[in-house]
DNA sequence: TCTGACCCTGTAGTAAACTACAGGGCAGGA
DNA sequence: TCCTGCCCTGTAGTTTACTACAGGGTCAGA
């Protein structure tokens, strides 16, 4: 009884795509914050949770680390706070994609010009990613 | 001596740009093939493993894992083979990457929008990034 | 009332890709 | 000769992000 108010764990997760399991971890993780419980100990999610979660999935499809994405949802977790340090990290944060974007197209870059120069149909011999892969065109280091 | 024959796997491991260990890491991954050794028991390297290090490590780069990387390694091995397959590994990987660039593009400009717009003392119900990011999307799905 | 799906905690296992010893052997220069 | 630095094997630990039980309680429909 009491408030029907809220999603059971399962039809978060069902809705976020996600496991069951997975959202106690992230909950454990701090990345979800603890829900109400019912009377018997059942979490009952509230709908942000979901959008939350959403949000996580999403920002791990981009490449995020939970710990990023940790911070990345204290920019809106803090209220009343002072303002500048959510700032610096919002900053911190879109260096941080920017950085990544550029990353990412420096690889496709060199991935679609290797797609492109290899016709499919051929031997691997004349395959040009293989050999464009084998070459030591730089030097070590990198993410 | 006439040592010409080989590197030893600190040389091969400073030339590749990667640790010790992990050279032999790979070794019992697959990787790389188990080179000579000598007399006493130590792994002399040709130079070819250089050359195969560095392919590994640029197909790292690009965003290959080193499952991947097993196969395309694999594949080179098979001059008269097909590169219909190397081909299809590069283009899934530039599709992914694609993808994540246009999704980071969209992030960087919520999150850019939230820098210049909140001062910081506005309610965190007007900071719209999990909004934003919730909705950037689509079904349930992978990684 | 009963049953089966769902929830709880707590612990442990998995996968990927390393990384770090421990305990010993060799090599080459002072 | 000795010392230092590199090499060997084998095992175990690390990090990230889950995923899988075990053992038990709860809820809603037939």
Redesign the interface.
Known sequence: MTATQGFTIGQVARQ???GVETVRYYEREGLLPPPPRSASGYRHYPADSV??L??I???????FSLADIRE??T?????GA???P??QL??A??TE??E??AA??K??Q???H??DE??????????P??D??????D?????
Chains 1, 2 share one sequence.
């Open positions: 976020a795509g996600i959008r939350r959403a949000f999935r999403h920002a791990k499809a981009l490449g990345l949802l920019l809106r977790a803090e209220p002072s303002s500048v959510v700032r919002a900053q944060r879109l994609i920017r990544k974007i990412l197209e690889m496709q060199i991935l679609g290797l797609v290899c016709p499919g149909h051929v031997p691997t011999a004349e395959c990613i293989l464009a892969l084998a070459e030591t065109g030097r070590p280091d990198n993410t």
